[in-house]
């Protein structure tokens, strides 16, 4: 069974940093993408970055400019470093991995909480 882990959440003041990582139990060679997502209270689950197995990115447009998915196969971790936060980047951020094996198998981790505050 696939386990995703976070870390790297935590309190900080608007315009500050965090660095989210998430490691797998697995080589992350063997997932076609994966990303991060995030949910805020009263929101639905939205998605904030993903990265493919071949390296392309994709951002959501509110966060373009001041996060960056990367990846590190040799630590089987991907991270979200996030820059310039903003009090409406407050959610609890979760990763995910895709795989394809016929079908389409989506994997989650617990979840990290990241809180925007003075």
């Known amino acids: 069974q696939v386990q995703l882990v976070e870390s790297g959440g935590g309190l900080v003041q608007p315009g500050g940093s965090l660095r989210l990582s998430c490691a797998a139990s697995?080589?992350?060679?063997?997932?076609?993408?994966m990303g991060w997502y995030r949910q805020a209270p009263g929101k639905q689950r939205e998605l904030v970055a993903h990265?493919?197995?071949?390296?392309?990115?994709n951002y959501a447009d509110s966060v373009k400019g001041r996060f960056t998915i990367s990846r590190d196969n040799a630590k089987n971790t991907v991270y979200l470093q996030m820059n310039s936060l903003k009090p409406e980047d407050t959610a609890v951020y979760y990763c995910?991995?895709?795989?394809?094996?016929?079908?389409?198998?989506?994997?989650w981790g617990q979840g990290t909480q990241v809180s925007v505050s003075s």
């Open positions: 995910t991995a895709v795989k394809y094996t016929g079908t389409r198998n989506n994997y």
């Open positions: 990265i493919t197995n071949s390296g392309n990115r």
């Open positions: 697995e080589s992350i060679s063997s997932f076609n993408a």
